[in-house]
């Protein structure tokens, strides 16, 4: 499954942020919160997870790179498990760190979802554009196709 689309919503006075409907039963095991590299919450099935945790482990550990990519990345990670209601919790450190106050935005991303503050995410879109097109062009050129 790839997850697709831009939601609208409101963090609620718990701390909560609903799944978009059509992908809750992607987390019927739980999932798990992570840091993004952008200042966002990324949401992870345990598939994409397992790989995403495949890429940290794949840098060497006997150097101090390798550790601290460990440490970031591992020590950053929550449990999610959605409630009836398609929701899941999210901490105060997490929301802290992507700048969530209260309006959202939850974004596809292929193999995850992003859970944004929606006023970064739209002031990041001519740049996230731009950034789109240059590796594209990338990826395009590095296979032949360009």
Request: proline share 4%; glycine share 10%.
């Amino acid at each position: 499954m790839y997850f697709v689309g831009k939601t609208e919503y409101q963090v609620d006075d718990r701390k909560r942020i609903p799944i978009p409907p059509f992908y809750r039963g992607a987390f019927d095991a739980g999932g798990y919160l992570s840091l993004g590299l952008d200042p966002c919450i990324q949401l992870h099935t345990p598939e994409s997870f397992a790989a995403t945790a495949a890429i940290i482990e794949a840098i060497p550990a006997e150097t101090r790179e390798g550790d601290d990519a460990r440490r970031d990345f591992f020590g950053n990670v929550r449990l999610a498990q959605r409630d009836a209601q398609g929701r899941i919790t999210i901490q105060d450190d997490f929301l802290k760190y992507a700048g969530i106050t209260r309006d959202v935005l939850v974004v596809g991303v292929g193999d995850k979802i992003e859970i944004w503050d929606r006023a970064t995410y739209l002031g990041r879109q001519d740049e996230a554009a731009e950034n789109r097109r240059k590796a594209t062009a990338r990826q395009q050129n590095a296979q032949g196709e360009g």
